[in-house]
């Protein structure tokens, strides 16, 4: 269980798993506090979804879980509960410093078009460049 896994806690399960749907219809749900974790886990590092380490079961699973309850609106259900259990009714933030770029971001031409289609400024004023000593209509 290790490879920095992320598993939620007794004292985390204790909280979460009252308010997790309980109307199981067909085949029985795999183990919530593992499929959990590594829902937790994709999201908090950032990785695909094909990517989950095996410790949290099938990719599918997890994957399938995580947009059926989204769906159904389980999450911010499960959300909403956990936060107006929380510290402060008033005020709930949730913060995200960083931002993904998709990766062919980095390293492409800097600069904008005028500048890279024409060496001189003054070509890059007018918005159609004629060539000189030819009459347009």
């Not at 308010?19 to 919530?32: C, F, I, K, N």
């Not at 994709?42 to 947009?67: H, Q």
């Not at 913060?95 to 078009?113: E, L, M, N, P, Y």
Request: glycine share 8%.
């Amino acid at each position: 269980m290790g490879r920095n896994l992320f598993w939620l806690s007794d004292e985390q399960w204790a909280r979460i798993e009252p308010h997790l749907p309980t109307d199981v219809r067909g085949v029985e749900r795999a183990d919530d506090r593992r499929v959990i974790s590594g829902i937790v886990h994709v999201l908090k590092c950032g990785c695909r979804w094909c990517d989950c380490p095996e410790a949290y079961g099938p990719p599918t699973t997890i994957y399938n879980r995580f947009v059926r309850w989204a769906r159904r609106g389980i999450w911010e259900n499960l959300f909403r509960e956990l936060a107006r259990n929380g510290r402060s009714a008033d005020t709930q933030m949730i913060d995200s410093t960083h931002v993904k770029a998709h990766r062919s971001a980095a390293g492409g031409k800097g600069g904008s078009r005028c500048q890279r289609r024409f060496k001189s400024p003054q070509m890059c004023r007018s918005k159609i460049p004629q060539p000189q000593g030819v009459i347009s209509r």
